[in-house]
Structure formats: C-alpha cells, structure tokens
C-alpha cells in the first residue's frame, strides 16, 4: 500500500517575501524633511492622506540625490482582544522605481523595526495587491477594527471610481514567540 504523507505547510512569514533593493536605494527611518516628498506621493496615488505622521514612516531615498521614491507607514489603531493593532498603510513607490523590490522592502522594513511583537498588523488595499501582501503573512479577513472596516466601505467608492477595483482587508498576526526583529 502506497501511501502519500500530506506536506506540511510553512506559515509564510514576512521575512520570505524579502527582496533587496537595488544598490542605489536607501531605506531609512522618515524625517520631519520627508514630509512634502511623501506627501506628493500620496497624493499622486489617491491614497489616504489622513493620519500621516513622519514618526511612523520608512521612506526609500535614492542615494545620489537624496530623493523620497518610496514610503510607507505603521499607526495604532487600537486593540483587537488582548492584541494591540496597528495599521500597515500608505505604501507608495514611485513610477519610475517600480518593479525593483522597493515596495517589498519598505514592508520589511516597518515589520522589522516597527512593528512591536503580539500585535494585529492590518491594511486596505485594492484587491490586485493581495498577492503582494500574501508572501509577507497577510491573509484576507473580514473580522477588523470598526473604523478600518468604515475606511473600507467609504474607500470602496473611491476605489471603484479610480481604479475600477473593489477593497480588501488583511491582517498578519505576530505572536509574542514570532522572531520578527532578527
């Protein structure tokens, strides 16, 4: 009798997901100095521009010039049971930088350094950038804080209108034993 031992399955982890960015890209802990560069690309974008707070933003910056092409910020967002919760939001890289693995970075950089462990991390986004996220641990959920699902079904207008797409919720759970500032 033959008989076939199911794999067993890896809990992606954020760390997986990681792809280096080229060697001309820094990215670093945002500036009071960032805050136009950033805010222009928000805005370009048609992201969210509520809540933005330098303190809890990465930005990647071209070294010869110094230029922001890429951000991305981490905020409170309260408690989920005995968790607290925190929103991965406002992840943005510039047109001409794209496809370099800087968005990528920028994520790994906020789990990395700030994203406290035994947390709820969650994030909007349109429902192509799944499978941007997936790699990292997020999974698409429908139970979240009040006020991210209230940002989903107001957002839900703008998203159809803009990008003919509808908004998803994910969440990646960090356990108090999950290793994730190595």
């Not at 954020?14 to 060697?23: G, K, L, V």
């Not at 802990?29 to 509520?50: F, G, H, R």
């Not at 922001?68 to 890289?93: H, N, P, T, W, Y």
């Not at 989903?152 to 919720?169: C, D, E, F």
Request: net charge neutral; with cysteine; glycine share 8%.
């Amino acid at each position: 009798m033959l008989t076939v031992r199911a794999q067993e399955r890896k809990k992606p982890s954020f760390r997986d997901a990681y792809t280096p960015p080229t060697a001309h890209i820094s990215i670093e802990n945002a500036t009071q100095n960032d805050t136009w560069s950033v805010w222009k690309m928000i805005a370009k974008e048609k992201l969210n521009p509520i809540a933005l707070n330098m303190n809890n933003f990465v930005v990647a910056k071209e070294q010869t010039h110094g230029h922001v092409v890429g951000a991305g910020q981490i905020k409170s967002i309260g408690r989920v049971g005995d968790k607290d919760a925190f929103e991965l939001s406002s992840i943005v890289v510039d047109d001409a930088y794209r496809g370099q693995g800087i968005g990528k970075s920028i994520v790994r950089q906020i789990l990395d350094a700030k994203a406290p462990a035994d947390a709820e991390i969650f994030l909007l986004t349109v429902e192509d950038r799944e499978g941007f996220y997936a790699p990292f641990g997020f999974q698409k959920t429908s139970d979240a804080p009040i006020l991210l699902c209230l940002e989903k079904m107001i957002g839900s207008v703008v998203a159809r209108l803009v990008a003919n797409q509808g908004l998803i919720i994910m969440v990646l759970s960090i356990g108090k034993d999950d290793d994730v500032h190595k």
